[in-house]
């Protein structure tokens, strides 16, 4: 049966039918549906692990023990699973192992516009590329062939352009394959120094045995051009690019597995042309390869390695019709992403502003605190970063006016070492944990600390408190952020002490469903002064027209916070309850 398909719905289908039998992963965007439309599928066991280096030493675990595994991350997850990922390279699987990477030029929604293609080629790994959601099926099967064939695991390297859109893709029974018995093999699987110095010389052979397959594999294609000026050689979301723009005029090589590439096949295509182009997203991967065998050619040189692609950028380069769009002449005005109303993090960040702290940050929803007017966050850097970096300033400042704030998803994912240091190291620093009860910037799913699983059936629950205390924090306070005044007093306290001490904001993220607001507040106009103290906390629902204050009701969650920062009274006060 034929059907429109996201990407990445697309290949958590290719993982069913290939007979994949155990997910794990990470969520992040643009990453994160493989997983959730995996987790559909009964026949498939899968889960969200802490972070990604557990999600694929999990995977691995599972390859090992004979059955068909997954893991999924986005690429700075990848950065996370770097470990495991240049060892099992060594090691090998025993059933088929496939790692999803989900890159996001243009910045969407990370904190970076790293190129994934250089992990394939550092960790020796075959990485496959697909270009539409039809291939992130068929190379999701492929990859387990692969995978299973030549002693590997498989990258398959997603971006937002494929995992976010949508092509026909036609839709086959699951077949699963038989269990591959696990044998001990101490030699193969044991990396102390001794073993990994045989297995090296595999990996070399390997990556020649990959590279000879290719040279004749059906995902690197030629496609014939009526025009042999020039050839270009592409891959992924470029390759629609080129075809949107040049339809069959230029002669293409797609490349469908990006490592390792071909070389006959490349310098043959070329000898075919007289110039060859590489249109390619990010960085020059493919045009170094050309490079290194004696191909003469133009890429980085006319195209950036900044920001995605486009129809009309790819038009541009290639002296090819740009197409026109009717342009508002009116300036649009800037739209800042900001915070939900209701966010249970505004009035923390109000309050930490209000008290001139400077504010370690991390990855999050919460990361718009530092977004005008709240503009409470100093810096964020990555996963986790928030809490050993605090440690860091305050030991070398010698002071106690920084304060680091990190979510609870994140914090189960890479915050909870940060806070051993501070414990172990007896840093005087204040750990604020964000618990909204969700993992919210990439869509509410559940993490170690919500006691549900992927698939929303009961599961442990670590107690935030308990696991403080645990690692040897003794001041622990738990605040509701939408009081200004016990978030403010806490605060006050923490920063004030010598010790180690950890503040626990806790509200539900206003956007989960069972979340029961207490409605709409009311602004009584003729009490309002235009003081415009309420507009200090940036929520979306509030706005000043004719010099008074203004609540849009279909906005507003009631979650009081505007109401205490009014000094005439002219907010309504709710009552909130937990």
């Not at 990477?101 to 250089?118: K, P």
């Not at 387990?144 to 092509?167: G, N, P, W």
């Not at 001041?475 to 950890?502: C, F, G, H, M, Q």
């Amino acid at each position: 049966m034929k059907k429109l398909m996201l990407g990445n719905e697309a290949l958590a289908r290719g993982l069913y039918e290939a007979g994949c039998s155990f997910v794990s992963s990470y969520p992040g965007t643009p990453s994160t549906e493989i997983t959730e439309y995996a987790a559909k599928y009964d026949e498939m066991y899968a889960e969200w692990a802490p972070n990604e280096k557990v999600a694929m030493e999990s995977a691995f675990g599972a390859c090992l023990s004979g059955k068909r595994s997954f893991c999924g991350m986005k690429h700075v997850g990848l950065n996370v699973a770097a470990d495991p990922l240049f060892t099992i390279s060594y090691t090998g699987v025993n059933a088929g192992m496939l790692i999803a990477v989900a890159d996001d030029a243009g910045m969407h929604s990370s904190q970076n516009e790293q190129d994934s293609r250089h992990y394939a080629i550092a960790a020796k790994m075959p990485m496959l590329e697909p270009s539409d959601s039809a291939e992130a099926i068929e190379f999701a099967k492929l990859g387990y062939e692969i995978s299973e064939k030549f002693d590997t695991a498989v990258l398959i390297k997603m971006c937002t352009r494929v995992a976010h859109s949508q092509s026909i893709v036609e839709e086959n029974e699951r077949i699963l394959p038989e269990d591959k018995p696990y044998e001990k093999d101490g030699a193969k699987y044991i990396m102390m120094p001794g073993n990994a110095k045989k297995r090296h010389p595999i990996v070399e052979e390997r990556t020649k045995a990959l590279t000879e397959f290719a040279e004749t594999s059906e995902i690197n294609r030629i496609e014939k051009g009526t025009d042999s000026s020039i050839g270009i050689i592409t891959s992924s979301t470029s390759y629609q690019y080129v075809k949107e723009v040049c339809g069959d005029k230029y002669s293409v090589l797609k490349l469908g597995m990006i490592n390792p590439m071909p070389v006959e096949k490349i310098k043959n295509f070329a000898k075919s042309v007289d110039r060859v182009i590489v249109v390619e997203e990010l960085d020059g991967i493919i045009q170094n390869h050309c490079s290194s065998i004696g191909v003469k050619t133009v890429g980085k040189e006319i195209f950036s390695n900044i920001g995605e692609f486009s129809q009309n950028l790819v038009a541009e380069k290639l002296s090819m019709a740009v197409n026109e769009y009717d342009k508002i002449d009116e300036e649009i005005p800037v739209r800042p992403p900001v915070m939900c109303a209701g966010c249970p993090h505004r009035g923390l960040f109000y309050t930490l502003k209000k008290n001139k702290l400077t504010v370690m940050g991390d990855i999050g929803c919460y990361t718009l605190g530092a977004v005008a007017p709240l503009s409470a966050i100093d810096a964020t850097i990555c996963m986790g970063a928030s809490v050993s970096g605090l440690h860091g300033f305050n030991k070398a400042s010698g002071g106690k006016k920084a304060v680091c704030v990190i979510g609870d998803s994140t914090f189960m994912h890479s915050g909870v070492t940060g806070l051993i240091n501070i414990a172990y190291n007896d840093s005087a620093s204040t750990v604020i944990i964000l618990d909204n009860s969700i993992t919210g910037m990439t869509g509410h799913q559940q993490n170690p600390t919500t006691g549900l699983n992927l698939k929303g059936d009961p599961a442990a629950k670590i107690d935030l408190e308990t696991l403080c205390k645990a690692v040897g924090i003794k001041r622990v306070t738990v605040v509701d952020p939408y009081n200004l005044a016990e978030t403010e007093k806490a605060i006050k306290e923490e920063t004030a002490t010598e010790e180690p001490s950890v503040i626990i904001s806790r509200r539900p993220c206003a956007l989960l469903k069972y979340v029961k607001h207490a409605g709409a507040t009311k602004v009584e106009s003729d009490k309002c002064v235009g003081c415009k103290a309420c507009m200090k906390i940036g929520c979306p629902a509030i706005s000043i027209k004719d010099g008074k204050a203004v609540i849009d009701t279909t906005l507003c969650t009631g979650c009081g916070v505007c109401s205490q920062l009014c000094k005439v009274g002219a907010i309504e006060k709710k009552e909130v309850t937990a």
